[in-house]
């Protein structure tokens, strides 16, 4: 369902109290031995240093921005994202966003929900629904399948697919650490289909990235041209990302981003 990766989950983390802060040299000192402690150092993603293209984030060797490309949908898609997911230039959240320009992308934070968000779970021209497994039982009552989706179309609806995007854990974190969740019916993504992902290793084939999960919620929910177009995106930036991992250039487009360039009038 969403974004596999191997990190310390350090998101919402509680400050270490009883440390004393000395504000000449900036350090903190242990409160017991009085050794000062140096400052966490900032967190550094896998390639940091390569030379990235500004517009896609991609290594420049294999730019992604010639086969951007938007669609619009009868859903909207919602993104709850991790701290650290925005350090991570493999999230594939940000090609939703790409693909579909009314993509909302909201930073979660366990104590301070963001209120933009709040507003717009509030708003009844939307019908929001929480993208998760229904494998625990205390929440059983709130699973709904698909129909659901219909059902708010014909009741003049804008259904919004709310994807918790960080690693299992992470979100897991986020769906039991924020309140504001519990009113919303849970669905859970039922599929066949195996993930394409190259960047990260999955503890399982059957999760699909972020991108994955939005793509074929638009294709089961009706909005067809979306979900191809954003497949073709996933698999654009798949490919060019794996490639420049390992410092080669793409001399000829693949199928997927011959159909980009298509869809763009290229």
Known sequence: MLDETY?????????????SHDPATGLSHDPVTGHPRPPR???????????????CNLPVLNCLCPYRASAE????????????EH???????????????????????????DERL???L?????????IFPDDQPDYADRVVGMDAVEVAKHQGKVPVFILLDGTWRQARRIFRKSPYL?????LPLATTRLTR??????????????????????????DGEAAHLLDDYFDAFNVSYAASRRYEKIEQPTPAMRRLLAYRGE
């Open 7 to 19: 990190r310390a989950d350090l998101g919402d983390r509680e400050p270490v109290t009883g440390l």
């Open 41 to 55: 150092r900032e967190f550094k993603a896998r390639g940091s240093f390569t030379e990235r293209c500004p517009g």
């Open 73 to 84: 949908s009868k859903a909207r898609v919602w993104l709850i994202t991790h701290p650290l």
């Open 87 to 113: 350090l991570k230039p493999t999230n594939t959240g940000r090609l939703i966003r790409d693909v579909l320009p009314d993509t909302e992308v909201f930073t979660w934070y366990r104590t301070a929900p």
């Open 118 to 120: 709040l507003a717009l």
């Open 122 to 130: 509030d708003d009844p021209h939307f019908a929001p629904f929480v």
């Open 182 to 186: 519990d009113r919303l019916p849970v």
């Open 197 to 222: 992902y190259r960047l990260r290793k999955p503890a399982s084939q059957s999760h699909l990235c972020t991108a994955e999960v939005a793509a074929e919620l638009l294709r089961q929910s009706g």
